[in-house]
């Protein structure tokens, strides 16, 4: 089993800039990728951005390349997004995830965390 633990989100201003966390532990040797997705009410569920575990590959959703990094400091097995020009569209509840190598799919999930950007 992997456990994932989320920073607090919190509450910024149209522009401004978060920075989450993910920390993981348990069976981190079975992770293969971890993402971050959110959902905002009445929306689905929205993948934002992933990292292989090694930390060398990346992936973007659209709408938030070029705003938001995924990074991971392998010595903490601990991921981060780093979100800067927030926008009043950006809130919603944040989720780390991961895959199992056996699986592919996301298997673990953090408890989310809320982000509010007011205008």
């Known amino acids: 089993q992997v456990i994932l633990s989320e920073s607090e989100g919190g509450w910024v201003q149209t522009g401004g800039s978060l920075r989450l966390s993910c920390a993981a532990s348990g069976r981190t040797f079975n992770i293969a990728q971890m993402g971050w997705f959110r959902q905002a009410p009445g929306k689905e569920r929205e993948f934002l951005a992933a990292i292989s575990w090694r930390g060398v590959d990346t992936d973007y959703a659209g709408s938030v390349k070029g705003r938001f990094t995924i990074s991971k400091d392998n010595a903490k097995n601990t991921v981060y997004l780093q979100m800067t020009s927030l926008k009043p569209e950006d809130t919603a509840i944040y989720y780390c995830?991961?895959?199992?190598?056996?699986?592919?799919?996301?298997?673990?999930w953090g408890q989310g965390t809320q982000v509010t950007v007011s205008l």
């Open positions: 995830a991961s895959t199992d190598i056996r699986s592919g799919t996301y298997d673990y």
